[in-house]
């Protein structure tokens, strides 16, 4: 949620008042910027370089959240 945060207050440094924070472009370049990030995680998570709570404290998330992110991603939930 930090990333989240920091990309907002650069949003706003940016565009002072204006209402960009709620157009579809913002919306979806922070989607992005999630899913990549997930991804990331995701491949260091599948080799056994990260545990899924690291990967959902990263993504500012429970480790049940992530948990069931990656299934309804059909992704697998276990390093092992």
Known sequence: M???K???DL???KYGGMKV???TLVREFLERGFEQKLLELY???TRGVC???YL???LGITTWEAYELLEKKGLRTSNL
Do not use: K, P, W
Request: net charge negative; proline share 0%; glycine share 4%.
């Open 6 to 8: 920091a990309v907002r």
């Open 51 to 53: 545990s899924l709570g």
């Open 21 to 23: 924070l709620d157009s």
């Open 56 to 58: 959902a404290e990263q």
């Open 11 to 13: 949003i706003r440094a």
């Open 2 to 4: 930090a990333e989240l």
């Open 43 to 45: 491949e260091e998570f």
